[in-house]
């Protein structure tokens, strides 16, 4: 993806027509999805995250509008009954509804960013719409037109909100084997050397959505983050997703290391969700000198690429994301399971005799989900200093919240 000005960006987003396919047919020529665990009809594409959405800091009255909005359409749907399936590139279409709230957001933030009396408010709203443009780009998939259009907006907008934000905060560009990477550098001060964790995010989430976690949690202990789009993703699309998942974190790390004096060597951690995780553990395995600690949340590193019945829990879009990233289609289903295969990292020999020293916090919950506990304790067997956590909530939003409570304490003592 190629950053453009902020100038004229609108003319740019809100063109009137599209030519590209319509989100839920991009990786994904099925014609019917399949239907929710219950057996119900799918009425939606997309997940409706609306615990997660309401933790980051969304009006949630405001999202529930746009949503109301969407499903009240009387457009033409690609697929009859799914909600989120509006083709065209106004009222109804998921990407123009939600990036319609987004501008509006940014259109007050813009309005009093001169003000420097009004710095609080114009964060909030840079934010609100940086996180809005995220939402229209949701699933940020690779070829999706108008979802790129919102994941630049995405990107201006999160400049802007970061610059509100005390202490240092940069763009680094970075050369990788596979291609240059792109990652978002934040620390409380750039004149002193600091400890610094390394986000490994997922396919869900873009590299911009823990700038919370970093205000709230790292900043006022001191600790610097760098977060990047996991490869084929948000502004890493360039760089192929390939069994060698830490490609671009390995590369990244020795440019930390030899450019970012502020950032202190020896107090490096890492946090990875979910996929993330796999791409974690090569960086961990591989580099494991370099890495202080490592907790790992919800992680998938092996089953759900092996067990195709464990596979079977996964959404259409889960699919529709995986495959997108490999370059192939839903509709493959068949030829797509061998190849899930190599990224397991136990099928590739990657953590066979491998017993490191690096304190390890491995995260697991009791909701059903594709991350199994079988991954979380072959995960957490690589080093001789793991804990392992299994956490119980009544609600998405709770969960989310001891995890970052846990995490942060778990962290300040031994980063």
Not at 5 to 26: A, D, G, Q
Not at 162 to 178: L, N, P
Not at 198 to 216: D, K, Q, S
Not at 301 to 322: F, G
């Amino acid at each position: 993806m190629t950053e453009i000005s902020s100038e004229n960006l609108s003319e740019v987003l809100f063109k009137p027509h599209r030519s590209s396919l319509e989100t839920s047919f991009i990786s994904n020529s099925v014609d019917e999805l399949l239907p929710n665990r219950d057996g119900s009809p799918r009425r939606w594409f997309r997940d409706l995250h609306r615990d997660y959405w309401s933790w980051m800091g969304l009006d949630i009255l405001e999202i529930q509008k746009v949503v109301s909005d969407i499903a009240g359409s009387e457009n033409k749907r690609t697929r009859e009954g799914v909600l989120d399936t509006v083709y065209e590139y106004g009222p109804g279409n998921w990407v123009y509804e939600f990036s319609m709230l987004a501008e509006k957001h940014a259109s007050h933030a813009r309005s009093i960013e001169n003000d420097p009396d009004a710095r609080e408010e114009a964060f909030k709203h840079f934010r609100l719409a940086y996180l809005c443009y995220a939402l229209a780009s949701y699933p940020h998939l690779k070829g999706d037109e108008m979802a790129n259009h919102a994941l630049l907006m995405n990107h201006v907008n999160y400049k802007k909100a970061a610059g509100y934000v005390d202490g240092h905060f940069e763009i680094i560009k970075f050369k990788s084997e596979a291609g240059e990477g792109t990652a978002y550098v934040h620390t409380p001060d750039k004149n002193q050397c600091l400890p610094c964790v390394i986000i490994c995010g997922n396919y869900v989430n873009l590299a911009t959505e823990y700038l919370r976690f970093y205000r709230e949690n790292l900043y006022p202990n001191g600790v610097a983050m760098i977060t990047l789009d996991l490869p084929g993703m948000g502004m890493n699309s360039n760089i192929p997703l390939t069994a060698n998942t830490g490609v671009l974190h390995e590369a990244l790390l020795d440019y930390v290391k030899e450019n970012l004096p502020y950032i202190n060597r020896m107090h490096i951690g890492i946090i990875a969700q979910r996929f993330g995780c796999n791409c974690a553990t090569h960086l961990l395995v591989s580099r494991s000198s370099d890495i202080r600690v490592a907790c790992m949340i919800a992680p998938i590193v092996n089953d759900v690429m092996v067990d195709p019945e464990l596979l079977k829990l996964a959404s259409p879009i889960q699919r529709t994301s995986m495959c997108n990233r490999m370059g192939t289609d839903a509709a493959e289903w068949e030829n797509l399971i061998p190849r899930l295969q190599t990224f397991s990292v136990k099928r590739q020999g990657l953590i066979s005799g491998v017993k490191l020293k690096t304190p390890m916090l491995v995260v697991s919950s009791d909701r059903k989900s594709i991350s199994s506990i079988g991954d979380a304790k072959l995960l957490g067997g690589i080093s001789e200093n793991t804990e392992f956590m299994e956490l119980k909530a009544n609600t998405a939003f709770e969960l989310f919240t001891k995890v970052i409570d846990q995490v942060s304490d778990w962290l300040k003592e031994r980063l």
